[in-house]
């Protein structure tokens, strides 16, 4: 239940019915940390959480704090907190009992539960709801007594599952603020699971992206954002633009792919030889429609699709070769309006495409369509 | 939408009506009202004012008369005796099976089944079944015998036991189905939060999953007991219907077909249902103290 310095994940893993739902985790917690565990869904992340709040049996791996083997202690002797998607709050119990329920499990004194208990609904804002049943709250006052419930017993951990996904986009922009000042306030390691890029990319300290149960990247937003280890991460991340494509010559850290006939330089990212088969990501913000004048990585192209988007327009654009782009620009453009789309090298990322089933749903080389 | 035109005067005191929920659909009310009203009320009602037409005497000296006679007033309080232990039993007993049993695991429909089978006995055959299984030669006592744990037969049939194990086995699977499905409306995510802040599963159990299906257990145990309460063939066939069983359902049948004073045997089933409705009105008012609205499982 005390603090630890050290929160060690060891090649922590899950079977489901012979079905692999984690494989061999290896994570360490620093205390005071915010991790995200990202992915789309069925990638493993909410059954990482399970597992570490004792919730679901481990089959291999172990869970280390210090140097004291958790995964065997039952949840209630872990002294984690938890955010459950659904809430769950106790329907049966007020505001002020449910926020007060894990100060009662510990048997503190009376005074210091009652304390305590007005200290965290003070934090959360709920003062003027203590004597209500959470059916008698809106979706985000029950997010808030879940979340005072979870962190009012000051647990070295903090587990969060989704805690937003169930509120309106306005709500979770102010939770999501919300989350954040309480985690630089109260210093509470936490580890939350999402699947949505940008919360996590906002929140937390460090990544852990999933796919298919096993861990893809670890890393900083600014890593993760820049830089994704594949091509799985970097669609994931918000590389909208990806493409199929064939190394002409690598050069160090930097290719040449051929698509379309035409020549893009990019940077690589991982091992793959000349002639060998790769994926191209860009960021639709990366791809600039000024690119009159430039002579390498420029494409022409014709805008088809426009969405306003306040400050800037979300636009998808057809090449003269044939392919779509999506690309994000302030600048004011119409759809058919002629355009040339230039790529700086360092944002254009090249990736090995791995098993040719996965890059299946991708678009061919320009050069292929035409 | 203008006011109804001309050639359709009806339409706006029909969308009026149907605000009101009144629509052409309270037709699918009919059989459900016919049957109440030709099944219950009109008996009811018929053997109420029968109950105050005794042969002779004043309106309530047939009331009187029951209540005077000993032998007659003891009914209440043996079909009580038998009638509220067997309910709570039934209803304790559901509870733990049925808490491992929510959720999913395999042979469940198996267990279900096999727990659910004494509904479709019939009470006859339960009877007939618990005269030869605990009767004085039957396998139990013959069992007892054998190892010699006991010198005589006990008796377990044509007495109270017998009535009373008759009523758990038939009385059993609804007070279990019902508990099952009570449980199964309960989010299990509230006991995994419970255990992350720090309930064991004691806790868990009393704090968390018990309050929320006390409103279920109250209602289950005044089914469980109605039943009960009218038992009538097992204290026949399984009980001593002139002593010990001797219960207020057998006390209106010989008054209504030995002795055919109908008026007395209407104000006997009157009293039982007074009892009945006071022993409900007890329970639902004690579970009215408890918690009882959504409890966001899938039930």
């Known amino acids: 239940m005390s603090a630890f310095s050290q929160l060690r994940l060891d090649g922590v893993s899950r079977r489901f019915g012979g079905q692999d739902a984690l494989t061999d985790l290896d994570l360490t917690i620093e205390t005071g940390e915010f991790i995200a565990l990202l992915g789309p869904s069925g990638c493993g992340k909410s059954t990482a959480l399970n597992c570490l709040a004792g919730l679901l049996p481990l089959t291999r791996g172990s869970i280390w704090q210090d140097e004291r083997r958790i995964d065997t202690l039952p949840p209630e002797r872990r002294g984690f907190g938890m955010v459950f998607q659904s809430y769950a709050l106790f329907p049966h119990l007020t505001v002020r009992a449910n926020i007060a329920f894990g100060l009662r499990m510990r048997r503190l004194p009376k005074e210091e539960t009652r304390r305590r208990t007005a200290e965290a609904v003070r934090l959360v804002r709920l003062e003027d709801h203590v004597d209500k049943l959470p059916g008698q709250l809106s979706g985000g006052q029950q997010q808030r007594v879940a979340i005072a419930r979870a962190v009012v017993f000051e647990p070295s951990l903090v587990l969060m599952d989704e805690p937003l996904s169930n509120l309106d986009a306005k709500l979770r922009l102010e939770m999501r603020t919300e989350i954040r000042r309480l985690h630089q306030s109260l210093g509470l390691t936490t580890v939350y699971v999402t699947h949505d890029q940008e919360e996590a990319l906002s929140l937390a300290d460090r990544l852990v992206v999933l796919r298919e149960g096993r861990v893809q990247q670890i890393g900083s937003p600014r890593e993760l954002h820049t830089r994704p280890a594949n091509w799985h991460v970097a669609d994931f991340m918000g590389y909208r633009n990806l493409w199929r494509g064939r190394v002409a010559r690598r050069d160090g850290s930097r290719a040449t792919v051929e698509s379309s006939g035409q020549r893009l330089l990019g940077e690589a990212v991982g091992d793959f030889a000349d002639h060998a088969d790769v994926v191209v990501a860009v960021r639709p913000e990366d791809i600039r429609v000024d690119g009159a004048g430039e002579t390498s990585n420029a494409l022409s192209a014709t805008i088809e699709v426009v969405e306003y988007q306040g400050r800037e327009l979300a636009a998808e654009a057809r090449t003269d070769t044939g392919q779509s782009l999506h690309l994000r620009t302030e600048q004011r453009i119409a759809p058919g309006d002629q355009v040339k789309l230039a790529i700086d090298p360092q944002r254009l990322l090249v990736y090995p495409a791995g098993a040719t089933a996965e890059t299946d749903r991708l678009a061919d080389t320009p050069a292929a369509t035409r | ?299």
């Open chain 2, 1 to 299: 939408m203008s006011a109804a035109g001309p050639g359709r005067p009806s339409a706006h005191w029909r969308h009026r009506l149907a605000e009101r929920g009144i629509d052409r659909q309270l037709i699918l009310l009919v059989p459900a009202l016919v049957f109440v009203i030709a099944l219950f009320l009109y008996p009811f009602f018929y053997g109420l004012s029968l109950s105050f037409q005794p042969t002779d005497g004043g309106p309530f000296s047939d009331y009187a008369r029951f209540f005077s006679d000993a032998y007659e007033r003891g009914t209440i309080w043996i079909t009580l005796r038998i009638a509220l232990p067997a309910a709570l039993l039934n209803v304790l007993a559901a509870v733990p099976i049925a808490y491992r049993m929510r959720g999913r695991f395999r042979g469940k429909r198996l267990v279900t089944t096999l727990l659910v089978v004494p509904i479709t006995l019939g009470t006859v055959l339960t009877a007939q079944g618990l005269l030869n299984f605990l009767g004085p030669t039957g396998w139990f006592n013959r069992i007892l015998l054998a190892t010699h744990l006991v010198d005589e037969p006990v008796r377990l049939t044509h007495n109270y036991w017998g009535v009373f194990f008759s009523l758990v086995i038939t009385g059993f699977p609804f007070a279990f189905l019902l508990v099952l499905s009570y449980l199964s409306g309960i989010d299990p995510t509230l006991e995994r939060a419970a255990a992350t802040l720090g309930a064991d599963w004691r806790r868990r159990f009393t704090r968390i999953t018990l309050p929320l299906l006390m409103p279920g257990l109250a209602t289950t145990f005044c089914l469980t007991f109605v039943l009960a309460f009218s038992v009538f063939p097992s204290a026949v066939l399984v009980g001593n219907p002139a002593g010990e069983t001797r219960v207020i359902s057998l006390a209106a049948y010989q008054a209504a077909y030995e002795q055919y004073d109908y008026p007395y045997a209407s104000a006997i089933a009157m009293i039982m249902g007074f009892v009945e409705l006071v022993v409900i009105a007890v329970v639902l008012a004690a579970r009215s103290r408890f918690y009882t609205g959504a409890t966001g499982g899938k039930g």
